[in-house]
């Protein structure tokens, strides 16, 4: 009996863990969840970052556990270049506290994402926040990017998840309470 119960109770764990990985795949990343590593290829804005347009790295294991606000818009439109220009400017503010921010494009055309971050960078003049595109067109799987969102943000110090903030359309992006949550990190 012992021998038959064995392998029913490791197939039960195994459909459990199944089901429970599906199930939080569409959850964005929440507070107090840890934030890895994701590699992208840099495309534009901070030109004095030490950072080579072209050159593909990990942007997240740079920052470090610095405190950073980092956006992955499959739409650059909508209000991302306004959420690009107010993170820039916070960055810009809070050098001593070492902010860090970052727009990663997400798509399966890196033509098409390349001249959006080109135009992203031009309109919001982003002298601190790189614009990047990812080597996922679905984003980095660990961070649990919403398939249906248009903008995701995430906001995180120590390397730990403060915030986070999904929208379905890059035009209902609520600028204010990403910087709300921001200048609340910082104090």
């Known amino acids: 009996m012992t021998r038959l119960l064995m392998p029913l109770t490791v197939l039960g764990l ?48 740079k920052y470090g556990s610095s405190p ?15 959420l690009v220009k107010k993170i820039d400017s916070a960055v810009q503010a809070n050098e001593e506290s070492k902010l860090k921010g970052l727009l990663t494009l997400m798509g399966d055309d890196s033509t098409s994402l390349k001249e959006s971050a080109n135009k ?3 309109k919001s003049s982003a002298k601190m926040v790189p614009i990047v595109i990812t080597d996922d067109p679905a984003g980095p799987s660990s961070y649990k990017i919403d398939k249906g969102a248009a903008v995701t943000i995430v906001v995180a110090k120590q390397s730990k998840v403060v915030a986070s903030h999904s929208f379905d359309q890059a035009s209902s992006v609520d600028v204010a309470a990403v910087m709300k949550d921001v200048k609340k990190m910082l104090n």
């Open 14 to 61: 195994l459909l459990t863990t199944v089901v429970t990985a599906d199930e939080g795949s569409s959850d964005c990343l929440k507070a107090g969840d840890g934030i890895g590593a994701f590699y992208v290829t840099k495309v534009a804005g901070a030109d004095d970052d030490g950072v080579e347009k072209g050159e593909r790295l990990c942007y997240r294991c």
């Open 68 to 82: 950073m606000v980092m956006v992955f818009a499959r739409d650059a439109g909508g209000k991302v270049t306004n």
């Open 120 to 122: 992203v960078a031009e």
